[in-house]
């Protein structure tokens, strides 16, 4: 018995695969991941959404919701990963050759500075203000990778912004 129902959740599992699979390309490529990468982080949707089945609530999100939820939550880890894989940025490389030791040593605390001050922040606020300042997203575009509104973009950078501000009076 056990045997038919694995088979027709396989069967099952192949339609909602052939449905959601392209449109989740798709919606992956539109915010400028190649096509290879999309199509991988698809398959990777689609994979969790049949190991987490049975933790979908149709009383919290319809399935397509639940599903580009995954899909959106995917393409973030991923970007994580990116960025910590990212070797650091070597100041000695790029600094100017006529740069004092005390004009880099100054610059080096500034930047010290600047990342204690933004690791203080709220996670929401400072993935916002990364999102927005180092990767030179357009708030538009952040809202619709957060999943939030643009309004609530603007208010966290915002926020974050006079918090940075202050935190960084007190330091230098």
Request: hydrophobic letters at 45%; zero cysteines.
């Amino acid at each position: 018995m056990r045997n038919i129902a694995f088979q027709q959740s396989r069967e099952a599992f192949a339609e909602l695969f052939g449905h959601f699979a392209p449109r989740l390309k798709a919606f992956l490529m539109r915010y400028g991941i190649p096509e290879a990468q999309s199509e991988d982080l698809a398959q990777e949707t689609m994979i969790a959404v049949w190991r987490k089945a049975d933790t979908f609530d149709p009383a919290r999100a319809g399935v397509s919701t639940w599903i580009f939820t995954i899909a959106r939550n995917k393409r973030i880890d991923q970007m994580r990963r990116e960025r910590s894989a990212a070797p650091p940025l070597d100041v000695s490389d790029e600094g100017d050759p006529s740069a004092s030791g005390e004009d880099l040593a100054l610059a080096a605390e500034r930047d010290a500075h600047v990342r204690a001050a933004l690791a203080s922040l709220p996670q929401e606020q400072a993935a916002v203000v990364r999102l927005s300042f180092f990767l030179e997203k357009p708030h538009s575009e952040i809202a619709r990778e957060l999943g939030i509104p643009l309004g609530t973009v603007k208010s966290r950078v915002r926020l974050a912004l006079a918090r940075l501000h202050a935190a960084l009076e007190r330091e230098l």
